[in-house]
């Protein structure tokens, strides 16, 4: 049978204190194991970033720097590309500029040494109508004319009446052919120095072999200056065609060209769409776009250790709560257990002797707190079961924040790579526009020289060709008159009987020796031939059988 308790009651609750200590040592190590595992890691994690994001940002740098010294080495290459267009077409100017230089100067040089003949042929005639003028024959004659002694008619020298001697009758037929040539030519002798010059010699009285030389000499010159003029106005003409209608296609060249500059600045200088705006727009994009990375990986985290934190309360907690309820029902069934002995006990000591009952001291056995104990049992339970489920809404706002962030992140990652392709296009595109641009001003340059060069050009030959455009049917006209009037001097003096005479005497002195035997009819016969020829007659038969008297 039991014996009544008569020992001290030990409480359990040293043990649950000593098991509870020894567990929050052990978490309490954990604890710190797993912050300083959590803070190593984050601590690699910030200097990966961070060497990451130093070498984005030297590969971004480097990016920059070569797309700058391309867009550099783009525009020197246009720029020495424009210089030497610029310099070939300076050089193709100059060439031309030199070659009609050099026809011009042949031109002017043929026609310097053609006035050059006339001043002198000229000079000559003046000369000689001085020396004409100056002798004793005129002077004689000059003072018994009104006309050249008083001058009360002017200082006209022609001679309009006969000298007072008897002349014969070829003679008096040569001074009226001469007068009447001397009228013909004197109509035009006021603008036409020539013609006067014809009228001075018919005045002197030279003989008409010279005079008609020289008329053939002037209506020769008359030919070649009227050619010259000819020629010169079709010079003009063409050249001034040819020029205008470059300087017109330049002129529609350089509109059409500053029409090109205004549509390539424009897209690239626009305020609101032009290219360099759209550059600016999305640098600052992907500014944007790398600072919500950042802040957004920084808030995941801050919010990552909060949840690891979190986390490992919670399963401390579960774990401590567990462990004191596990302690809990084990002293409880301990104490039921005891419980129950006692009852049976008590039921068996009924059926023997009753002894001798101890003092009373308590009613019934000791059973502690074992009616609240279960309540307490409950409560931690249900809150083990609360902190459990807060673990598993930490564990799905973990995954749906991790989730949220890596769609964040790829949608950022994304719209960054779209950023850079767009940025390099656009950049490719204004360094090719600023190349397009750069070319088209070189070009509007090379056309503002060259619209210079020609409009230069026509006001250099205006002088010359506005004279002779303005004046060429006036002195065409003017030749035309001359040359008639010289022809017809010619005519009148060919048609004398003192100038056939003349050309008889001149044929007759030609004959020389053969004179005798070239007579009349016999100028063909082989005798006349044969003297002429001075070779035997049968000499002159051998080699023209044909021949009279042969």
Same mark, same amino acid.
């Given at each position: 049978?039991?014996?009544?308790?008569?020992?001290?009651?030990?409480?359990?609750?040293?043990?649950?204190?000593?098991?509870?200590?020894?567990?929050?040592? %052990?978490?309490?190590?954990?604890?710190?194991?797993?912050?300083?595992?959590?803070?190593?890691?984050?601590?690699?994690?910030?200097?990966?970033?961070?060497?990451? #994001?130093?070498?984005?940002?030297?590969?971004?740098?480097?990016?920059?720097?070569?797309?700058?010294?391309?867009?550099?080495? =783009? /525009?020197?290459?246009?720029?020495?590309?424009?210089?030497?267009?610029?310099?070939?077409?300076?050089?193709?100017?100059?060439? %031309?500029?030199?070659?009609?230089?050099?026809?011009?100067?042949?031109?002017?040089?043929?026609?310097?040494?053609?006035?050059?003949?006339?001043?002198?042929?000229?000079?000559?005639?003046?000369?000689?109508?001085?020396?004409? #003028?100056?002798?004793?024959?005129?002077?004689?004659?000059?003072?018994?004319?009104?006309?050249?002694?008083?001058?009360?008619?002017?200082?006209?020298?022609?001679?309009?009446?006969?000298?007072?001697?008897?002349?014969?009758?070829?003679?008096?037929?040569?001074?009226? %052919? &001469?007068?009447?040539?001397?009228?013909?030519?004197?109509?035009?002798?006021?603008?036409?120095?020539?013609?006067?010059?014809?009228?001075?010699?018919?005045?002197?009285?030279?003989?008409?072999?010279?005079?008609?030389?020289?008329?053939?000499?002037?209506?020769?010159?008359? =030919?070649?200056?009227?050619?010259?003029?000819?020629?010169?106005?079709?010079?003009? $003409?063409?050249?001034?065609? @040819?020029?205008?209608?470059?300087?017109?296609?330049?002129?529609?060249?350089?509109?059409?060209?500053?029409?090109? *500059? @205004? =549509?390539? @600045? $424009?897209? *690239?200088?626009?305020?609101?769409?032009?290219?360099?705006?759209?550059?600016?727009?999305?640098?600052?994009?992907?500014? @944007?776009?790398?600072?919500?990375?950042?802040?957004?990986?920084?808030?995941? &985290?801050?919010?990552?250790?909060?949840?690891?934190?979190?986390?490992?309360?919670?399963?401390?907690?579960?774990?401590?709560?567990?462990?004191?309820?596990?302690?809990?029902?084990?002293?409880?069934?301990?104490?039921?257990?005891?419980?129950?002995?006692?009852? /049976?006990?008590?039921?068996?000591?009924?059926?023997?002797?009753?002894?001798?009952?101890?003092?009373?001291?308590?009613?019934?056995?000791?059973?502690?707190?074992?009616?609240?104990?279960?309540?307490?049992? =409950?409560?931690? $339970?249900?809150?083990?079961?609360?902190?459990?489920?807060?673990?598993?809404?930490?564990?799905?706002?973990?995954?749906?924040?991790?989730?949220?962030?890596?769609?964040?992140?790829?949608?950022?990652?994304?719209?960054?790579?779209?950023?850079?392709?767009?940025?390099?296009?656009?950049?490719?595109?204004?360094?090719?526009?600023?190349?397009?641009?750069?070319?088209?001003?070189?070009?509007?340059?090379?056309?503002?020289?060259?619209? #210079?060069?020609?409009?230069?050009?026509?006001?250099?030959?205006?002088?010359?060709?506005?004279?002779?455009?303005?004046?060429?049917?006036?002195?065409?006209?003017?030749?035309?008159?001359?040359?008639?009037?010289?022809?017809?001097?010619?005519?009148? #003096?060919?048609?004398?009987?003192?100038?056939?005479?003349?050309?008889?005497?001149?044929?007759?002195?030609?004959? /020389?020796?053969?004179?005798?035997?070239?007579?009349?009819?016999?100028?063909?016969?082989?005798?006349?031939?044969?003297?002429?020829?001075?070779?035997?007659?049968?000499?002159?038969?051998?080699?023209?059988?044909?021949?009279?008297?042969?």
């Amino acid at each position: 049978m039991q014996a009544p308790f008569t020992g001290t009651y030990s409480s359990q609750s040293g043990e649950i204190t000593g098991i509870l200590k020894q567990m929050k040592d %052990t978490f309490s190590s954990n604890l710190e194991a797993a912050q300083s595992t959590e803070a190593a890691a984050i601590k690699a994690d910030e200097a990966f970033m961070a060497t990451k #994001l130093e070498e984005h940002t030297t590969m971004t740098t480097s990016y920059e720097q070569k797309s700058a010294k391309m867009g550099e080495n =783009d /525009g020197e290459l246009a720029t020495k590309k424009g210089q030497l267009g610029e310099a070939e077409t300076s050089k193709a100017d100059a060439e %031309t500029f030199l070659a009609n230089l050099a026809e011009m100067a042949a031109d002017k040089s043929k026609e310097y040494e053609s006035r050059k003949l006339l001043r002198a042929n000229e000079e000559a005639a003046i000369a000689q109508a001085i020396s004409i #003028l100056n002798s004793d024959a005129a002077f004689h004659a000059f003072g018994k004319m009104d006309a050249t002694s008083t001058g009360s008619t002017g200082a006209s020298l022609v001679q309009l009446r006969a000298v007072h001697r008897h002349l014969a009758g070829n003679q008096q037929a040569a001074n009226s %052919t &001469r007068v009447a040539a001397t009228k013909v030519l004197e109509h035009c002798s006021h603008h036409s120095k020539r013609a006067h010059r014809v009228m001075l010699l018919l005045q002197a009285g030279n003989p008409f072999a010279t005079v008609l030389t020289e008329i053939e000499k002037m209506i020769t010159l008359i =030919d070649a200056e009227e050619a010259q003029d000819t020629k010169e106005l079709n010079w003009c $003409n063409a050249e001034r065609e @040819t020029n205008d209608a470059t300087l017109e296609q330049k002129v529609i060249d350089i509109s059409t060209i500053e029409t090109q *500059i @205004t =549509d390539l @600045t $424009n897209p *690239i200088e626009d305020p609101e769409t032009g290219i360099k705006k759209q550059i600016g727009d999305t640098e600052q994009s992907l500014e @944007t776009n790398s600072e919500n990375q950042k802040a957004e990986t920084t808030a995941r &985290r801050e919010a990552t250790s909060t949840y690891s934190q979190a986390i490992t309360h919670s399963v401390e907690a579960q774990s401590l709560l567990a462990t004191a309820v596990k302690v809990l029902v084990t002293y409880y069934n301990k104490i039921e257990k005891e419980e129950m002995s006692e009852l /049976g006990g008590a039921l068996l000591q009924g059926k023997q002797k009753k002894k001798q009952e101890p003092p009373s001291t308590w009613e019934g056995s000791y059973s502690g707190q074992s009616s609240s104990g279960n309540q307490v049992i =409950d409560m931690l $339970n249900f809150i083990a079961g609360e902190a459990k489920k807060e673990e598993d809404a930490a564990h799905q706002a973990e995954l749906e924040d991790q989730q949220s962030y890596e769609d964040s992140m790829g949608n950022l990652k994304a719209e960054e790579t779209s950023s850079q392709l767009s940025l390099v296009s656009l950049k490719k595109s204004l360094a090719d526009k600023e190349l397009e641009l750069q070319s088209q001003s070189e070009a509007l340059d090379v056309a503002n020289r060259e619209k #210079l060069t020609i409009e230069q050009y026509l006001a250099q030959i205006k002088p010359g060709c506005d004279f002779i455009t303005t004046n060429y049917e006036t002195r065409s006209s003017n030749r035309a008159e001359e040359k008639t009037s010289l022809q017809s001097a010619v005519t009148l #003096l060919s048609a004398t009987p003192a100038f056939k005479a003349a050309v008889s005497e001149a044929e007759l002195t030609a004959l /020389g020796a053969c004179k005798s035997l070239c007579l009349g009819s016999n100028r063909t016969h082989v005798q006349c031939e044969a003297c002429l020829a001075d070779v035997t007659e049968p000499g002159y038969c051998a080699g023209h059988p044909g021949t009279e008297g042969c």
